[in-house]
């Protein structure tokens, strides 16, 4: 069993930046790969970017690569996304997720665990 709870959204401008964090509990995190997804209202949940089991490798959707790097601590069973130079249109709620995988799948229903989720608004 794995619990995640997130941190770290929050109100900020365009080209700001944001650190969000995923901290979780339970003994497979350090086996498992970490995914971070977004959900704005009235769309479907978006896969953002995915970390493997030991940080060697690193996904990004298409939308954020060069401005969002996911980083891992397994010492400290934390997963982190550091979002830079936002914009409007990623305001949505942030949601980390986990499955029982060793590398990183972006498909939403392949995930078995998710946190609660973070508020991220990004005004203009």
């Known amino acids: 069993q794995v619990q995640l709870v997130e941190s770290g959204g929050g109100l900020v401008q365009a080209g700001g930046s944001l650190r969000l964090s995923c901290a979780a509990s339970g003994r497979s995190f350090s086996a498992s790969a970490m995914s971070w997804f977004r959900q704005a209202p009235g769309k479907d949940r978006e896969f953002v970017a995915g970390?493997?089991?030991?940080?060697?490798?690193?996904y990004y959707a298409d939308s954020v690569k060069g401005r969002f790097t996911i980083t891992r601590d397994n010492a400290k069973n934390t997963v982190y996304l550091q979002m830079n130079s936002l914009k409007p249109e990623e305001t949505a709620v942030y949601y980390c997720?986990?499955?029982?995988?060793?590398?990183?799948?972006?498909?939403?229903?392949?995930?078995?665990?998710w946190g609660q989720g973070t508020q991220v608004t990004v005004s203009s």
């Open positions: 970390i493997n089991w030991n940080g060697g490798l690193t």
């Open positions: 997720a986990a499955g029982r995988f060793t590398d990183v799948v972006r498909l939403v229903q392949s995930h078995t665990y």
